[in-house]
């Protein structure tokens, strides 16, 4: 797959609530927390939802305790399941189908993600045997997004998730040995591997953590104000009210909406192009 169309399958997985029958605010079992003020059981729809399935604290969701809901990012399987898997039928006129909408949201929704890590990792220079597997991986994926709800909820998700994860790290490990090389000074592998380390409000101003394997890294409350974290992997990383203002993460490998929604950031801060500087880093 050439990497100009891998890129613009990774950009169009964007949630357009239009077309989505408010699945996030009624599919979801929520229990009340900082990010979320109320309880809310699963199935149940949030009581700011409106008739149109629009929120009616939409403008002010952080001054009034919903910051999760600025943070939540479905990556576009809203609509998929709305108008594809059921063909436009809203849960409020067809409380008949309701349940087993609820319950394929999130199905679709890891099928999305998986979707979009693997449009990335097309979208880089990578060797061409592990283009092609991730390529057949990609089609398989988009095939799942055309199957009904009863073929949907019998799927074994992990038969994907397993090998893509695979896949996923070798994709990583091509692009930032080559970076490596690149950079000036010594070579020492444990420098750049952090994977799964507990930088929980960790100094990192201004750190240079190119090309650092931050796979699934705690980075909860850190401070990484202007950090350089181009090519560096990123994927699974908790970066809860991490300080990115001024970083640059431009390059970073498997970046998510949500990952960013949930940092700190600013105008400053550098983005991949399919990820939107979040409304509250302007404020
Ligand atoms: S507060 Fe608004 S955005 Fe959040 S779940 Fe409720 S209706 Fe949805």
Known sequence: MN????????KSLTADCTKCFGLCCTALNIVASSDFPINKAAGTPCKNLQSDYGCQIHSDLRERGFKGCTVFDCLGAGQIVSQVTFKGQSWREHPEIGDKMFQV???IEQIHEM??????????????????KLSVQLKELQNLQSL?????????????RFPLNKLLSETSKAIRESLIAKLP???NAKDYDHERANW???KLMGKD?????????????????????RGADLIGADLRDADLRGANLSTSLFLTQMQINSAKGDMRTKLPSHIQRPSHWMN
């Open 209 to 229: 953590l190119r090309a650092v394997n931050l796979r699934g890294a705690y980075l909860i409350a850190a401070d990484m104000r202007n950090a350089d974290l």
């Open 105 to 107: 949201f999130p199905i």
């Open 148 to 160: 009904d709800a009863e073929q949907l909820l019998t799927l074994d998700l992990v038969l994907y």
């Open 115 to 132: 979707i979009a890590y693997t449009a990335e990792a097309l979208s880089y220079d990578i060797p061409h045997a592990l283009s092609e």
């Open 3 to 10: 990497k100009e169309t891998a890129k613009s399958i990774r």
């Open 185 to 187: 000074g010594t070579k």
């Open 200 to 202: 929980f409000g960790k």
